[in-house]
């Protein structure tokens, strides 16, 4: 099986106050970011000389990146081939999509746009998440994506404070109506270090919808999306036509992939290992020579075992039924509508993927 590659951009114009993706707003940085990117490659292309399957240029924000800037990136990334077909995404944030810079991005190679419209109601892009584009923003990008002729993915955002069911099967509503053949839908849970996650604790900021709401959101977004034509293969990802997110598959099935940039994670079927969070950081060990380690893990048999036991819970297609002793927490969920047993797997059910990772616990 082929890997993917995963290169993090991790500039952003500012932080979004629920975030907590590595980025900075210091885009006078971009070059020493090129720069020591390419020593990276150098480094790392004589272990991994591909061709990779996929490639996912993720951040924060790699849609900042201007023409030329993304042209260099692309010479930079030419020592790591792609392979005939490859998927090639890029992350997106609405207000930075034009006709011309969609243009440019296919003109790179690149395949598909992972569109961050988060919520096509201004209340919760301005009140509950701070972001800077408008809903009008997101149909301008959307269609800029369309006339650029470039696949397209919408990553959406739910269970804001006060929101009702009917709110967000508008979002969806809208979302499944654009030509997308992708959608992305997370839970709002932002992390504790955060703004938002600080606001919360406090109590300073309008408390988010307990479990039972969330899940009533959550058993919503299946329902609509399926009406509209897409299949959710993982707890948060739907896909119409059979446009699963290749690259991102990849982690879910525990295949290798490469990450470069700070932050990075990268995974060869064995070990598992971070870049350092830190442009600054990063770049001086690749300045001098030394892979910019943050930790690299040896996973034991047992280690592996409890990943393919979590991640396979987290997706439609399950996992092998061989990995689970058989138990009575075992029947307990299967009486209980939670997984299916169907010979050789074991798949989740809806409400299943919604307790993924409290099954994993009594299974592992
Ligand atoms: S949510 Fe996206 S745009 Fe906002 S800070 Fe995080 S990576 Fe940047």
Redesign the pocket.
Known sequence: MLPGLYVHVPF?AR??PY?D?Y?ISALDLIPAWLGALEREVGLLAPSFPGPFETLFLG???PSLLTADDLGTLFEILGRLPLAPGAEATIEA?PEDVTEGKARSWKGVGLSRVSL?VQSFNARWLNDSLSRNHTPADNREAIAAVAAAGLELSLDLIFAHAGQTPQEWAADLDQAAASWASHVSAYVLSPAPGTPLGRALAAGLAPRLPGEEATSELFLLTGEALAMRGFERYEVSNFARGGAVCRHNLKYWRREPYLGLGPSAHSFDGRRRWANQASVRRWAAALGAGRRPLEFMEELSPGQIRLEEIMLGLRLSEGLAAGLVQPSGALDDLIANGLLVSDGPRLRPTPRGLLAADAMARLLA
Do not use: A, M
């Open positions: 952003c932080k979004c975030c993706f980025s951040g924060g924000s944030n961050g």
